[in-house]
């Protein structure tokens, strides 16, 4: 308890600093702007935004990528409340009630719960990462290279179990993640690998590229294809009139708030758990346990409070995996890793120990931007409806360049660019073939890593891949993860999980 | 119940074909590197035994397109796709000699070229102020080290 708060109070002193809370301030006003835009997530938001960053120090850089993420969360929930458009899929849920709230006038009430919602959620969350995480990191400490390999295998597999969609073709596209990791120079041995004798690829393929391909550009394609086969008709935007919930509806949503991050601080910890299927389940659960269901869809405040709060304590909790083991549980931490690694910090349990300082002024950051997400965003909803109003045609050339420039002055080269138009591309290819590009994403940043742990167990012992099965972590972790994918084969699991993801 | 084979499932036919084209690729790619033996592994291990996995998973998805239903191929947006691609390579190919202006003006123009509703006078403008503010924030705030104005030298 000592320890925790002390740890928590040097976390204060460094995310109280002038720099770190404008970084925090700017992180999460962006990671809004553009999260409110229709039709770019979280994902893409933070792909987008990541090389405004990279430039600064590593605390920094770190806290306004997470004020990003946490931005574009709320973002999203703005834009689905009020144009019934889900900016992502954690939002559809927010949209059932949320939109009707609004058509009802109370768009406000619906933005200032999910408001409060978020700001609990996300201060239970961060407590709850400055307690399990030191246990956990400790117990991590202990991992070999074995054990590590077995955890990856068990967070690729896990992140696949959880996401929707088929899980042999999501498996697919570890593999292919895991090939495009390997691109490069080989760092044992210095053999170059798949660059096709282009020297750019000799450090292997900027993630930021990759990233910022798949999900914001072939994301913008997809929008602009979705809107030609759609008629003119704009989509009006409620009018938001008072931002104040009655005493009956934060009453009402008490309980609600508290269901939802308790949900949501579970599910962000598993692989692939995230903040979709957690709000998901919050809100089947808040329909389910209701007096009445049927208000549910039309306008039930709980159905927005409950969600959000999931979604927010997942985002939340989802960076335990990150920082206690250097795992990601979904493609949004799979883009911190990648952040850190230019950033020059290995991810993993090391971080807590050697870089104390920007471990916990990351997680008071947490807090803090939380709070300034409640007191800065309500005042500046009017802002954020203007800017739903602004038309496509016009925003989306205006993403364009900005992408570019902030692509192209990551290592100043025209070919990143490239690149990323490459993967624009792929990413297109990938959503009318029915590919889902976010197991690629994890394989893609974990693939190196997975070699080196997997070379090292295997040089430790000899060449022999008993290693795997006989050390306990490591056994127990392959175990879980062929539980993992005999679960998801079972047909009757299966059906199950259409059923959910069909909601 | 047994049929004439008939395909049933488009969409995860070519989806298994992609998978195989870029595991022989890749298997051709790493066929050049040494293997090593697991104890000390070669460069071509890895690579080598995931395109084999990839292949064998293309395998089964390419099957399922003759075993369970599943949607047509979709049809493409070209227009979103040439142009989007077009103008990130016109800003990579343009930025360092042709300066910031620009590059950002004919990005513009090209990306606007994706949706039919644009209107070439506002996408000039569109243009004309993105580039004042980039350059006003890159340049001027940033001090990123991008050239404003072609090179004419």
Same mark, same amino acid.
């Given at each position: 308890?000592?320890?925790?708060?002390?740890?928590?109070?040097?976390?204060?002193?460094?995310?109280?600093?002038?720099?770190?809370?404008?970084?925090?301030?700017?992180?999460?006003?962006?990671?809004?702007?553009?999260? +409110?835009?229709?039709?770019?997530?979280?994902?893409?938001?933070?792909?987008?935004?990541?090389?405004?960053?990279?430039?600064?120090?590593?605390?920094?850089?770190?806290?306004?990528?997470? #004020?990003?993420?946490?931005?574009?969360?709320?973002?999203?929930?703005?834009?689905?409340?009020?144009?019934?458009?889900?900016?992502?899929?954690?939002?559809?849920?927010?949209?059932?009630?949320?939109?009707?709230?609004?058509?009802?006038?109370?768009?406000?009430?619906?933005?200032?719960?999910?408001?409060?919602?978020?700001?609990?959620?996300?201060?239970?969350?961060? +407590?709850?990462?400055?307690?399990?995480?030191?246990?956990?990191?400790? $117990?991590?400490?202990?991992?070999?290279?074995?054990?590590? =390999?077995?955890?990856?295998?068990?967070?690729?597999? /896990?992140?696949?179990?959880?996401?929707? #969609?088929?899980?042999?073709?999501?498996?697919?596209?570890?593999?292919? /993640?895991?090939?495009?990791?390997? $691109?490069?120079?080989?760092?044992?041995?210095?053999?170059?690998?798949?660059?096709?004798?282009?020297?750019?690829?000799?450090?292997?393929?900027?993630?930021?590229?990759?990233?910022?391909?798949?999900? /914001?550009?072939?994301?913008?394609?997809? @929008?602009?294809?979705?809107?030609?086969?759609?008629?003119?008709?704009?989509?009006?935007?409620?009018?938001?009139?008072?931002?104040?919930?009655?005493?009956?509806?934060?009453?009402?949503?008490?309980?609600?708030?508290?269901?939802?991050?308790?949900?949501?601080? =579970?599910?962000?910890?598993?692989?692939?758990?995230?903040? $979709?299927?957690?709000?998901?389940?919050?809100?089947?659960?808040?329909?389910?346990?209701?007096?009445?269901?049927?208000?549910?869809?039309?306008?039930?405040?709980?159905?927005?409070?409950?969600?959000?709060?999931?979604? @927010?304590?997942?985002?939340?909790?989802?960076?335990?995996?990150?920082?206690?083991?250097?795992?990601? *549980? @979904?493609?949004?931490?799979?883009?911190?890793?990648?952040?850190?690694?230019?950033?020059?910090?290995?991810?993993?349990?090391?971080?807590?120990?050697?870089?104390?300082?920007?471990?916990?002024?990351?997680?008071?950051?947490?807090?803090? #931007?939380?709070?300034?997400?409640?007191?800065?965003?309500?005042?500046?909803?009017?802002?954020?409806?203007?800017?739903?109003?602004?038309?496509?045609?016009?925003? =989306?050339?205006?993403?364009?360049?900005?992408?570019?420039?902030?692509?192209?002055?990551?290592?100043? *080269?025209?070919?990143?660019?490239?690149?990323?138009?490459? =993967?624009?591309?792929?990413?297109?290819?990938?959503?009318?073939?029915?590919?889902?590009?976010?197991?690629?994403?994890?394989?893609?940043?974990?693939?190196?890593?997975?070699?080196?742990?997997?070379?090292?167990?295997?040089?430790?012992?000899?060449?022999?891949?008993?290693?795997?099965?006989?050390?306990?972590?490591?056994?127990?972790?392959?175990?879980?993860?062929?539980?993992?994918?005999?679960?998801?084969?079972?047909?009757? +699991?299966?059906?199950?999980?259409?059923?959910?993801?069909?909601? | 119940?047994? !049929?004439?084979?008939?395909?049933?499932?488009?969409?995860?036919?070519?989806?298994?074909?992609?998978?195989?084209?870029?595991?022989?690729?890749?298997?051709?790619?790493?066929?050049?590197?040494?293997?090593?033996?697991?104890? &000390?592994?070669?460069?071509?291990?890895?690579?080598?035994?995931?395109?084999?996995?990839? !292949?064998?998973? !293309?395998?089964?998805?390419?099957?399922?397109?003759?075993?369970?239903?599943?949607?047509?191929?979709?049809?493409?947006?070209? &227009?979103?796709?040439?142009?989007?691609?077009? %103008?990130?390579?016109?800003?990579?190919?343009?930025?360092?000699? !042709?300066?910031?202006?620009?590059?950002?003006?004919?990005?513009?123009?090209?990306?606007?070229?994706?949706?039919? &509703?644009?209107?070439?006078?506002?996408?000039?403008?569109?243009?004309?102020?993105? %580039?004042?503010?980039?350059?006003?924030?890159?340049?001027?705030?940033?001090?990123?080290?991008?050239?404003?104005?072609?090179?004419?030298?």
């Amino acid at each position: 308890m000592e320890a925790l708060v002390s740890n928590l109070a040097l976390g204060f002193s460094v995310a109280a600093t002038l720099n770190n809370l404008t970084f925090c301030l700017i992180g999460a006003l962006l990671g809004t702007l553009i999260g +409110v835009l229709p039709g770019i997530g979280p994902l893409a938001t933070v792909a987008m935004l990541l090389p405004i960053t990279f430039n600064l120090p590593p605390d920094g850089a770190l806290i306004m990528l997470a #004020g990003i993420y946490y931005g574009a969360q709320y973002g999203g929930s703005t834009t689905a409340v009020l144009l019934n458009v889900p900016g992502e899929s954690s939002s559809v849920v927010t949209a059932l009630d949320g939109h009707q709230m609004a058509r009802q006038g109370r768009a406000g009430a619906a933005l200032a719960i999910a408001a409060i919602g978020s700001f609990f959620a996300g201060c239970a969350a961060t +407590v709850g990462i400055a307690v399990i995480g030191p246990p956990l990191a400790s $117990v991590a400490q202990q991992f070999g290279a074995a054990e590590y =390999f077995s955890l990856m295998l068990f967070g690729l597999i /896990g992140a696949v179990v959880l996401a929707s #969609g088929s899980v042999i073709k999501a498996v697919s596209m570890i593999v292919l /993640g895991l090939l495009l990791g390997l $691109v490069g120079q080989d760092v044992t041995s210095g053999a170059s690998r798949f660059t096709f004798g282009l020297p750019e690829l000799s450090d292997g393929i900027g993630f930021v590229a990759v990233a910022m391909g798949l999900f /914001g550009l072939a994301e913008i394609m997809t @929008n602009l294809e979705r809107s030609q086969n759609r008629s003119e008709g704009h989509e009006t935007v409620m009018p938001v009139h008072s931002l104040m919930p009655t005493k009956a509806d934060l009453l009402t949503c008490i309980a609600p708030i508290l269901r939802g991050t308790a949900i949501g601080s =579970f599910l962000g910890i598993l692989p692939g758990g995230g903040s $979709v299927l957690a709000s998901f389940s919050a809100y089947t659960l808040e329909k389910k346990i209701a007096k009445d269901p049927s208000r549910f869809g039309k306008g039930a405040i709980e159905g927005v409070a409950s969600p959000e709060s999931a979604n @927010n304590a997942a985002a939340q909790a989802s960076f335990i995996p990150l920082l206690t083991l250097g795992i990601p *549980s @979904n493609p949004v931490m799979a883009l911190m890793i990648g952040a850190m690694t230019i950033q020059g910090i290995t991810p993993g349990p090391q971080v807590m120990t050697k870089q104390p300082a920007l471990f916990w002024g990351m997680i008071a950051s947490m807090w803090l #931007g939380n709070l300034m997400l409640v007191i800065i965003n309500l005042p500046l909803v009017g802002i954020w409806v203007q800017l739903l109003k602004v038309p496509y045609r016009l925003l =989306f050339p205006a993403i364009i360049v900005f992408c570019s420039i902030g692509i192209y002055s990551l290592n100043n *080269s025209p070919v990143d660019v490239l690149f990323t138009a490459l =993967f624009g591309l792929l990413g297109y290819l990938f959503v009318k073939l029915g590919f889902e590009a976010a197991p690629l994403l994890l394989g893609f940043i974990l693939g190196p890593m997975m070699e080196e742990n997997l070379r090292r167990a295997l040089q430790i012992s000899r060449g022999n891949l008993v290693t795997f099965v006989e050390r306990p972590i490591s056994l127990g972790l392959l175990l879980a993860t062929v539980v993992l994918l005999v679960i998801v084969i079972l047909p009757s +699991v299966r059906r199950g999980r259409e059923e959910v993801f069909q909601e | 119940m047994r !049929g004439p084979i008939r395909l049933r499932n488009p969409q995860d036919l070519f989806a298994g074909l992609f998978l195989i084209a870029v595991a022989i690729l890749a298997h051709y790619l790493a066929s050049d590197l040494s293997m090593g033996r697991l104890v &000390r592994m070669g460069p071509g291990y890895l690579p080598t035994a995931l395109s084999w996995l990839l !292949g064998g998973l !293309g395998l089964i998805v390419a099957l399922r397109g003759f075993t369970i239903d599943g949607p047509q191929l979709a049809s493409w947006a070209w &227009r979103p796709l040439i142009a989007l691609s077009a %103008s990130l390579i016109a800003f990579a190919l343009l930025l360092e000699r !042709g300066g910031l202006i620009v590059a950002i003006i004919v990005t513009t123009l090209i990306a606007s070229l994706a949706t039919p &509703r644009h209107r070439p006078l506002t996408t000039l403008t569109l243009g004309v102020a993105l %580039s004042a503010m980039s350059a006003a924030l890159f340049i001027g705030l940033l001090g990123l080290p991008l050239r404003l104005w072609p090179d004419l030298g």
